[in-house]
């Protein structure tokens, strides 16, 4: 399987964030929508992962690392620990006015 863009992986991550922002935030849903939207969502793997470090699959792994430089880009807003990071169930993101008008949405 070929490896997803930065560029196209840091875009899905903020749709999902702007389609979740009412439903919910935590980052374990947010990376979930992005994998299935990038057809990179294996139920057995990606589940294991997102319900515990997040490391334990690839893909989820790269997201996750992509979610949490979308926050330190000033891009998204994030709570909880996501410098060690805590695993994706124990953290928060949204997309932000930065985040949207990255995705061209002012």
Do not use: F, H, W
């Not at 997803?4 to 947010?30: F, W």
């Not at 996750?64 to 695993?87: I, T």
């Amino acid at each position: 399987m070929n490896r997803v863009d930065d560029k196209a992986l840091d875009r899905v991550l903020l749709l999902a964030m702007k389609a979740r922002t009412a439903q919910s935030n935590k980052c374990d849903v947010i990376l979930r929508a992005a994998l299935k939207a990038l057809g990179r969502y294996d139920s057995e793997r990606s589940e294991l992962a997102l319900c515990n470090g997040g490391y334990e699959d690839v893909e989820v792994g790269r997201a996750y690392d992509a979610l949490r430089q979308l926050v330190n880009r000033g891009l998204a807003e994030g709570r909880g620990d996501l410098k060690s990071p805590a695993g994706p169930r124990y953290t928060e993101c949204e997309i932000n006015s930065a985040g949207l008008r990255s995705l061209g949405d002012d």
